[in-house]
């Protein structure tokens, strides 16, 4: 088994959906893909796993929400616990975007669901 950790940009239409996924090698990059597209975007954790035999086996998002909280009580939607060199790295970006912590409510970064679709 092995588990693989992506971030993506998830651009959205008029009605919510999905329209494609744009993978970034760090959130920092996420971010800064997100501020040049012109559609509304998501920004999400993405953990895959699997084997070379079986395939994908589990696939699990946690969305960045309400300015700079990563998933829902540090899970991914499927249950398994967001590692904290996610965390750290949500953290960090917060701060780099004058935040004191990651779950406060400063404004999101530019371009970051600026339609309001939240997940």
Known sequence: ?????????ETIDTNGDII?????????AAIAFAG???????IVLVRSNGNDDDGL???QWA?????????KDGEFDGGW???KRFLA???TEAARHGCVSAGTAP???????PEGFDR
């Open 1 to 9: 088994m092995s588990t693989i950790y992506e971030w993506d940009v």
């Open 63 to 71: 969305y960045l929400v309400d300015g700079w909280t990563l998933g």
């Open 81 to 83: 616990t967001i590692p």
């Open 89 to 91: 790295e949500v953290s």
């Open 57 to 59: 086996l589990d696939r």
């Open 36 to 42: 040049s597209c012109p559609e509304a975007t998501d």
């Open 107 to 113: 404004p999101p970064p530019p371009a970051i669901n």
């Open 20 to 28: 494609d996924h744009h993978f970034q090698p760090s959130l920092q």
